[in-house]
């Protein structure tokens, strides 16, 4: 299907969202990752049959949408809220519409925090390579105990500063590994090869990434634990800190609970138990000096987080269906794309072979 790009005043911004099928399709939302934006959807779009109402925004701060100060003290809030408000935006969907809500990386969290704030809204989920119900960074137990009090080794303070600089001067060379390119190929995905002819889409959808404190990847505060950084209280990387985004237990206690498809890859380097972007686990790589050690600091095990609040929201009362992909990382819909389709059509109700 093609999309087309159109522009609608909504939570006090304008936003930039990307709309395809017919107003009265099945509806689907498609809400992006960081360092990102709604481009990254456009090689899946291609796959989906003409029955859907797809819309599919930039969130602040990405794409073409209003660069507005992120919040980070509402963990997630600020795009759960802007979202939320293009349910209603004339000329998306139909009235009252209950969408499909699909979340990749950080778009999984804004994806829960929808579900918890408008469950009634909300049709199911699908959480691509979400972020941890408890945040990124900074937790070492099933149940989101905090590895410090305040939660040291999260935030706008563990960004690569190399990357932010070069993510602002729109690099797009492969001048070593903390180029966006470079990034891109080596983190979002697996295999690179599956970037095939969209890389240079996928990498622009990068670079639309506004830079600073009010956005990414936001301000950090000193802290007197090891790696001496915490995270700040403004944009988006201090929104992913568990300090301030912990959804676990609104999820599970939801009143209304709409099916849930889970798909990974197993080879993800963003978010896994063995993240490459945890401070805590790289230090017991050796790769950031000064780690205290396993008992103090151990990594993130945010997969393992994630299918413990499933559970328990299978527990309570929902249903949830975890799909891990061999070989894959970070970006199932790019890299895998016919299982993705195949997860996200019987997850909507459309038969795979329209």
Request: proline share 9%; net charge negative.
């Amino acid at each position: 299907m093609e999309s087309a790009r159109n522009t609608v005043q909504a939570n006090g911004i304008t936003q930039a969202v990307r709309v395809a099928g017919p107003p009265d399709g099945v509806p689907v939302l498609l809400v992006h990752g960081n360092v990102s934006s709604s481009a990254f959807w456009e090689p899946l779009l291609r796959r989906l049959p003409e029955t859907l109402r797809v819309v599919a925004p930039d969130l602040r701060g990405y794409g073409d949408t209003d660069t507005a100060p992120v919040d980070a003290t509402r963990g997630l809030g600020d795009f759960a809220d802007d979202v939320a408000a293009l349910l209603d935006a004339p000329g998306l969907f139909a009235p009252g519409a209950r969408p499909v809500v699909v979340g990749h990386s950080l778009g999984g969290g804004v994806a829960m925090r929808l579900l918890t704030d408008h469950p009634d809204r909300v049709a199911g989920v699908l959480l691509e390579a979400p972020v941890s119900p408890y945040g990124f960074g900074g937790t070492r137990d099933l149940d989101g105990t905090p590895t410090t009090p305040d939660f040291a080794g999260t935030g706008g303070g563990t960004a690569n500063p190399d990357f932010v600089a070069r993510l602002a001067a729109g690099d797009r060379g492969t001048d070593g590994p903390t180029s966006p390119r470079s990034v891109l190929r080596s983190a979002y995905v697996a295999d690179p090869a599956s970037l095939g002819a969209d890389e240079d889409l996928l990498l622009e959808s990068m670079l639309s990434t506004a830079t600073g404190d009010d956005n990414y990847p936001g301000t950090a505060v000193a802290s007197g634990h090891w790696p001496g950084t915490a995270a700040g209280e403004r944009g988006v990387l201090n929104a992913l800190a568990p300090a301030y985004f912990r959804v676990a237990d609104d999820l599970v206690s939801v009143p209304v609970k709409p099916p849930v498809t889970w798909v990974r890859g197993d080879a993800d380097v963003i978010v896994s138990d063995t993240s490459l972007f945890d401070l805590a686990y790289l230090g017991s790589l050796g790769v950031v000096p000064g780690w205290p050690g396993e008992a103090d600091c151990p990594a993130q095990p945010m997969v393992g987080q994630t299918r413990a609040v499933l559970d328990r929201y299978a527990a309570d009362g929902g249903t949830y269906r975890e799909v891990v992909l061999a070989g894959c990382g970070h970006s199932p819909h790019l890299e895998r794309p016919a299982e993705f389709v195949a997860e996200l059509l019987a997850l909507v109700g459309v038969p795979a072979e329209v």
